[in-house]
């Protein structure tokens, strides 16, 4: 019975570890990532998209504020790898393929990611 238990701890240790291993995104890098998203030369987000706080946003892309993220997205990595390519998972979008054509690092994917992520509650 003990070693049943023990058995079933380090399994769920071992299922634990990988989620505990990509960390929270710092206040610090939502803001830095809401400011490539905001900023007209770099992420220009509000040019397609309503974000909280944002003005004169256009309105060619979904309305972002409650988009809901997790449930489309599941996790931060898949949303990165949307707006890499958009193309990829929305075929003939019109949005910026920001990665593929270098708009944005990888990096400052993160970081928007990060930021879009923490939209929703
Ligand atoms: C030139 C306009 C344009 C710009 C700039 C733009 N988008 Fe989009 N975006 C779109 C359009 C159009 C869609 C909707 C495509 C559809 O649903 O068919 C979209 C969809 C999305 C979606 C939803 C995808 C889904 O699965 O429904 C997200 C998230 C998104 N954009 C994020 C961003 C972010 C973040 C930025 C800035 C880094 C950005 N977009 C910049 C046009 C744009």
């Known amino acids: 019975m003990f070693h049943q238990s023990s058995r ?3 399994l769920l240790s071992a299922i634990a570890l990988p989620a505990a ?3 929270a995104p710092s206040a610090a890098d939502i803001a830095a990532g809401k400011s490539i998203a905001f900023n007209r030369a770099e992420g220009n987000c509000l040019a397609c998209h309503v974000l909280p706080g944002g003005t004169m946003a256009g309105d060619v892309g979904p309305d972002l504020t409650h988009f809901p993220f997790k ?3 599941h996790n931060r990595q ?3 790898h ?4 958009p193309e990829k998972t929305i075929p003939h979008i019109n949005m910026p393929q920001f990665g593929k054509n270098k708009v944005l690092t990888h990096h400052q994917l993160e970081l928007v990611a ?3 992520w923490s939209l929703q509650k």
Do not use: G, M, P, R
């Open 71 to 73: 449930i489309v997205f």
């Open 8 to 10: 079933i701890l380090l």
């Open 82 to 85: 949307f707006l890499y390519d």
């Open 78 to 80: 898949k949303l990165v």
């Open 21 to 23: 291993a990509v960390a």
């Open 114 to 116: 990060d930021y879009l």
